[in-house]
């Protein structure tokens, strides 16, 4: 095997075309954390499952700013990074914490499978929509974030009722134009917002790592965190004019 001198390494890493290969890689890896994810929800072992989604959402985070950053769709536009990072997505996000919620018993005997049917249907058709997004970069309709819905319902001990509610009214807002916010695209209170979900990334870990205890500041950053999210969505849906003015 032929080992290129540093400075050719250099020259070949800082190529357009091998840094667009490299985001495509990045994304498409999140397929793989979906592999582990998997195998660690039929393992019976929900922590690593939830790391594995944790850090599927890492990568999935990373690779559009920096494919814009590079212009990767010019460089490289035999493969469409939009739809691969939906394929990932709904494997990573939509699939396997339905196989987790069936999993780990967190709905009563017979509805985990009628409740999973549901977030997968109208999972895909929100991965369909042609407007899942608005011009100032709000989601319309819950994105379909269940790798972090239904963790922090497992890590609170959720009662089946309250799970079954959650994914009801997440579910039907697919279908809907309630806003979600971008944290990292919607740039007003983006510090906040940015911090919050970095929280709850932090606490979901954290609770995960010392399951089944439920500390207290865990408990108060896994409801404050989606509160927020919620509260700031519910704030641009009936509000709209007010904040497209102050935006």
Known sequence: MTVLPHSETETTLRHPIA?????HCVTASGAICGMFGIIAVADDQP???????VVAMILDGI????????SVTEHVPRIDGFALD???????????????????????????????AFILFVGAL?????????DDHWFNGFPGEWNMAIPT??????????????????????????KFVHPMKVRRFRPITATVTV????????VAAVSPDLPLIGQILLLACPAYIMAIGTWRTFDEDRWLAAA
């Open 19 to 23: 840094k667009g290969w490299l985001v």
């Open 47 to 53: 922590r690593e499952a939830i790391l594995w989604l």
């Open 63 to 70: 690779d559009g700013p920096v494919a814009r950053a590079w």
């Open 86 to 116: 939906l394929i990932v997505d709904f494997v990573t996000c939509v699939v396997i914490p339905v196989i987790f919620l069936h999993r780990f018993n967190m709905l009563s005997p017979g509805m985990s499978l009628i409740v999973g």
């Open 126 to 134: 929100w991965m369909s929509r042609t407007d899942q997004m608005t």
């Open 153 to 178: 319902l497992y890590l609170l001990d959720a009662s089946p009722t309250v799970v079954f509610v959650v994914c009801l009214a997440l579910g039907l807002s697919q279908l809907s134009n309630w």
């Open 199 to 206: 929280l709850w990334l932090a606490a979901v870990l954290g």
